[in-house]
């Protein structure tokens, strides 16, 4: 996920250097100079607010801290020894009174009759209805009282199965109820298809665009060859969870799905402003984009699937975090508006990883659980970074990074604690490669980014990440990224191919596809993070194997 942490996630959750080198639209020529982003899947915004303006760490006493510190490595050391899952340490999300505060209630069951009796619950307990999602039993609420959580509990009874807080920071957006809910009418695309944006007819020619050389990832995965059988069908529309798209870029208006686009981040109710959508303090969207479809029109760079369409889905806020609620109206948005794949290059803050052993964060992995599996039912098949902090995700032990928009703590987590929603059943979770020589074998040339998370069993597939050239919005140019944020829409793209290729394949079959077609890698050395395990057609650091863009349309 390198990239934008989103940008701040992969911008802030990794170190992992991402080169943004500005090159002038369809010229090829140097624009600007190399800015840091943060990957994850990666979000090209700079870190602005969120990590800066945090709140006091709510440990208390630095003395206790440490005391409690060694106490907690020491039952780490004993429940590993003795093979056993330790309790990961608890992070108590404090609400005080008075302050505007972001919850998720989950329904025990799914219906009419539970949904009123928890929207009841909510707001008996003083909260205020920010969006129901019936579907799925699932609301988002906002309350300024500090017993708001057992509040709910209490009135709810039965009808509530869990209650959890989704930041550790006050709400900043606002707190009346929103705009209208999705009704019928915005179940699905008009007439089929959704409408297209300006200069939408994204012709298909077998000329390169000017920069196509440059993109030696297209050729790792087999894209060049997969266009010549086809560049997409306009039906297939890939949902970019993500920071915005960049409206006018000559690249990505032929593609944007406009009608279909919609911004998640104002407190998680859809908004359907005309821009608010579109990217503000962060172009990893952008980026994302233009690794998925950029168009085929002669002008820059060729995504993977250059005929489909893009929606954007917007559910980084200007300061870069992707909060429980905004990924929950990112998947129910796609599955309502008949997506066929999303992109998701980040993983959901505040925490890297979501432990089943505590409250706060289980609610809040519910929600965007049920969010996920609802819309996979819808049709839509989803591909996650896998993250970029060179972690071993079959072998977690600690979490130094959580909660990220106050102030981290060291924890001790356990295999139920997930990077969400790269772990999430059905998720397609993509690790990075890197590009290590010029050779006449691409495939052959590569190997794990460094900064590219791992795990047995944890992997599907890898795809390029490392210096991936896309689409950016300075000056509607082409910058060099890098992050499991940039591998994850390769596989997007993929997928938009094989639906293009395969439009009655449900979501199961597709996956299953993707990595029986993937290219098996054999295990190569890292400098960072744990070594590679496992056979030449399932290991740590690839998976199936290196997803083959060709295969898909055949």
Same mark, same amino acid.
């Given at each position: 996920m390198p990239t934008t942490r989103h940008a701040r996630h992969h911008l802030?959750?990794?170190?992992?250097?991402?080169?943004? =080198?500005?090159?002038?639209?369809?010229?090829?020529?140097?624009a600007g100079a190399a800015t840091a982003a943060a990957p994850v899947g990666s979000t090209s915004v700079a870190a602005t607010g969120g990590l800066a303006a945090t709140t006091a760490d709510?440990?208390?006493?630095?003395?206790?801290?440490?005391?409690?510190?060694?106490?907690?490595? %020491?039952?780490?050391?004993?429940?590993? %020894?003795?093979?056993?899952?330790?309790?990961?340490?608890?992070?108590?999300?404090?609400? $005080?009174?008075?302050?505007?505060? @972001?919850?998720?209630?989950?329904?025990?069951?799914?219906?009419?009759?539970?949904?009123?009796?928890?929207?009841?619950s909510v707001r008996r307990a003083g909260g205020t209805v920010v969006k129901a999602w019936p579907q799925i %039993?699932?609301?988002?609420? *906002?309350?300024? *009282?500090? @017993?708001?959580?057992?509040?709910?509990?209490?009135?709810?009874? !039965?009808?509530?199965? @869990?209650?959890? /807080?989704?930041?550790?920071?006050?709400?900043?957006?606002?707190?009346?109820?929103?705009?209208?809910?999705?009704?019928?009418?915005?179940?699905?695309?008009?007439? %089929?298809?959704?409408?297209?944006?300006?200069?939408?007819?994204?012709?298909?020619?077998?000329?390169?665009? $000017?920069?196509?050389?440059?993109?030696w990832d297209m050729r790792v995965i087999g894209a060049d060859d997969a266009h010549e059988v086809t560049d997409g069908r306009r039906q297939v529309v890939v949902g970019v969870l993500d920071s915005g798209i960049d409206a006018d870029h000559p690249d990505l208006a032929p593609n944007l799905d406009v009608a279909d686009s919609v911004n998640c981040t104002d407190a998680g109710a859809p908004d359907r402003s005309a821009t608010g959508w579109q990217p503000t303090t962060s172009d990893h969207g952008t980026h994302v984009a233009g690794t998925v479809a950029a168009a085929r029109n002669g002008v820059g760079i060729v995504g993977v699937a250059p005929a489909v369409r893009v929606a954007s889905v917007k559910v980084v806020n200007d300061d870069g975090f992707i909060y429980p609620e905004y990924a929950v109206c990112g998947f129910m948005w796609a599955g309502l508006r008949g997506m066929d794949v999303t992109n998701n290059s980040y993983y959901v803050d505040p925490f890297q990883f979501?432990?089943?052993?505590? $409250?706060?964060? =289980?609610?809040? +992995?519910? &929600?965007?659980?049920?969010?996920?599996?609802?819309?996979?039912r819808q049709g839509v098949v989803h591909a996650a970074a896998a993250g970029n902090s060179a972690y071993d995700l079959s072998a977690k032990t600690t979490d130094s990074s959580s909660p990220d928009d106050s102030a981290p703590v060291e924890r001790v987590i356990n295999d139920d604690c997930q990077d969400i929603p790269a772990e999430l059943d059905g998720v397609v979770t993509v690790a990075s490669l890197a590009q290590v020589g010029t050779g006449s074998d691409p495939l052959a040339d590569t190997t794990l980014s460094s900064f590219s998370n791992r795990g047995l069993g944890k992997i599907d597939v890898a795809a390029p990440g490392s210096r991936i050239l896309s689409t950016v919005v300075t000056n509607n140019g082409y910058g060099l990224k890098s992050g499991t944020s940039m591998a994850s829409p390769h596989v997007a793209g993929v997928l938009a191919l094989m639906r293009s290729a395969h439009p009655t394949w449900a979501p199961a079959r597709?996956?299953?596809?993707?990595?029986?077609? &993937?290219?098996? +890698?054999?295990?190569? !050395?890292?400098?960072?993070?744990?070594?590679?395990?496992?056979?030449?057609?399932?290991?740590?650091?690839?998976?199936?194997?290196?997803?083959?863009?060709? /295969?898909?349309?055949?």
């Open positions: 802030r959750r990794t170190a992992t250097v991402v080169a943004a =080198l500005a090159l002038a639209a369809g010229a090829g020529a140097q709510p440990v208390g006493d630095p003395a206790a801290d440490a005391e409690a510190a060694v106490s907690e490595a %020491g039952r780490l050391a004993l429940a590993v %020894g003795a093979g056993e899952q330790p309790t990961s340490t608890p992070v108590p999300i404090a609400t $005080p009174e008075g302050q505007v505060s @972001s919850y998720v209630v989950n329904a025990r069951t799914v219906g009419t009759v539970p949904m009123q009796q928890v929207l009841r %039993g699932v609301v988002v609420a *906002h309350s300024t *009282h500090a @017993s708001f959580r057992d509040d709910v509990v209490r009135i709810g009874g !039965t009808s509530v199965l @869990s209650v959890g /807080a989704t930041r550790t920071v006050a709400v900043s957006e606002r707190t009346a109820a929103p705009v209208r809910g999705i009704g019928s009418a915005d179940s699905s695309r008009a007439g %089929g298809l959704s409408t297209l944006a300006p200069g939408a007819a994204a012709p298909a020619a077998p000329e390169a665009d $000017p920069l196509e050389a440059d993109q979501y432990c089943d052993d505590q $409250p706060d964060q =289980l609610a809040a +992995k519910e &929600a965007v659980r049920r969010a996920v599996s609802w819309s996979t597709l996956v299953r596809e993707l990595k029986a077609d &993937a290219v098996a +890698k054999e295990c190569t !050395t890292t400098t960072a993070g744990a070594p590679c395990v496992g056979t030449v057609d399932d290991n740590s650091f690839y998976g199936a194997g290196v997803v083959d863009a060709l /295969a898909a349309v055949r």
